[in-house]
């Protein structure tokens, strides 16, 4: 196999790859009794392993959910008792701080041990602000959205004065997503509010008029966080991009880069990467330059799966997203998951307060522990069809992604001297040294990351 590499070729500038506290952290930000292998207490070696570039995967990017007040309520229709929230907002109207406090625990903790930008992030408005009083639409309540229009201030206020108190603890907030998925109708199964694209530009205005009037020069807001890559992405980057206030807070557009298989629909409509395509040349077109990121994906299949199936179709996707939508950063809805589901890159047992990774969560480490932020990507290509390749130049020096998708071994010369990391079914982020011209293995359904000038 030969890699063919074009370093005058420069993409994107790489800004990370993070996950969501989401559905996890008030329950596992709790767990303080010791872990029996490292000793430490069992939340804290959960936020290494997730966040330390030494003793973990080095994840960049933490994404606090600012929940809708759901888990004090016990209003509306749930899967779980994880799904639902607290809210830092009192029965008075006053800001309470000391709620969410596992959660809370769990941000510090991300923050101590590695992660470099926290976003906050909204599902619903809380409950005190939404028409019908809950963080979801009511059963027979759809297309329309549940923030009360003149309660549209009160909710700016309380996400910003969340952002302030903060940052003034030391947490960097640097970024803030006011809606979250705004296509889906939201009654039942966890929080979340409706919002048509002019609704969305609406909320955004009213947070970039007083993210200005508070000179909190520091904050950028993120949106639209579509959830899906085939529908309405053009309509809701168009609303955020139209207004000039709102669009001097964005650093690009957010998007859910989901792709459900639905057997009913044509192929084409199944087809994840002509989409990628599509708004890719869309964005070129229209806003040229605009960043654009992967805010959130997860492989939505059911079933656990903690081997190098899902992890492969994992790192298919952050190639993907990476290479054809040209993506800045890529984001994974859960950290970790208690579910019969493929998603989170740990999985916990909530009864006995256990963690286990998964490969999920290595093959992620493959990008995230090992490409430096600000790395510029060029283009990459393998003379092999089973073979994806992504590169990244900082510094004059290189670091190289590999995904073998296929059944069989590969084999090229390294064009440098530095570190090797291997996930495959037998190994882990297995480190070894690699030199100039050596002849490098890349097994068969393996993710392979070279690191120039590294050290084993």
């Known amino acids: 196999m030969k890699l063919n590499r074009d370093k005058l070729r420069l993409c994107a500038v790489y800004g990370g790859v993070g996950a969501s506290g989401a559905w996890w952290a008030q329950y596992a930000g709790g767990w303080t009794e010791p872990d029996p292998a490292s000793g430490m207490p069992k939340r804290e070696r959960i936020a290494e392993l997730l966040f330390s570039k030494e003793k973990g995967i080095g994840l960049d990017i933490y994404r606090y959910n600012l929940g809708g007040g759901s888990a004090e309520s016990g209003k509306g229709t749930y899967v779980d008792r994880w799904r639902r929230a607290e809210a830092f907002l009192a029965p008075d109207g006053s800001m309470d701080f000391t709620r969410d406090k596992n959660a809370v625990d769990m941000l510090r903790l991300a923050v101590r ?101 508070r000179r909190l020069t520091g904050l950028r807001l993120a949106a639209a966080e579509n959830g899906d890559i085939r529908w309405f992405n053009k309509a809701y980057t168009r609303a955020c991009m139209k207004d ?166 590969e084999t090229f010369s390294s064009p440098f001297d530095g570190l090797l990391a291997l996930t495959d079914e037998a190994r882990s982020m297995e480190e070894s040294a690699v030199g100039r011209g050596q002849t490098v293995v890349l097994p068969p359904r393996s993710v392979l990351t070279m690191k120039e000038g590294a050290v084993c």
């Open 244 to 409: 000039p206030a709102v669009r001097k807070k964005l650093d690009g557009v957010d998007v859910h880069a989901y792709c459900i298989p639905q057997p009913f629909l044509p192929a084409f409509l199944n087809d994840r990467v002509s989409f990628l395509r599509r708004f890719r040349r869309y964005l070129d077109r229209r806003f040229p330059g605009v960043p654009v990121q992967t805010s959130e994906w997860t492989h939505m299949r059911g079933g656990r799966d903690a081997g190098m199936d899902s992890a492969l179709e994992t790192a298919k996707v952050m190639w993907e997203d990476f290479s054809i939508l040209n993506v800045t950063k890529f984001s994974h809805w859960l950290a970790c998951s208690h579910y019969d589901y493929c998603d989170g890159l740990l999985y916990l047992d909530p009864d006995a307060h256990t963690f286990t990774p998964t490969k999920r969560f290595y093959v992620t480490g493959q990008f995230s522990k090992y490409v430096p932020l600000g790395a510029r990507r060029f283009e990459v290509s393998s003379s092999s069809d089973a073979v994806r390749c992504l590169g990244f130049l900082k510094d004059g020096k290189e670091t190289l992604i590999l995904i073998n998708l296929g059944a069989g071994e």
């Open 113 to 213: 041990y590695g992660a470099s930008e926290v976003v906050f992030f909204v599902n619903s408005p809380p409950e005190a602000y939404t028409k019908n009083g809950m963080a979801q639409l009511g059963k027979y309540q759809i297309l329309r959205t549940n923030l009360a229009r003149k309660r549209i201030p009160d909710f700016v206020n309380y996400c910003l004065d969340a952002v302030e108190h903060f940052q003034k603890e030391g947490i960097d907030v640097k970024y803030l997503s006011p809606v979250n998925e705004p296509l889906w109708l939201w009654n039942g199964g966890q929080e979340g509010c409706h919002y048509s694209p002019r609704q969305v530009l609406r909320v955004l205005k009213a947070f970039a008029a007083e993210i200005d009037r």
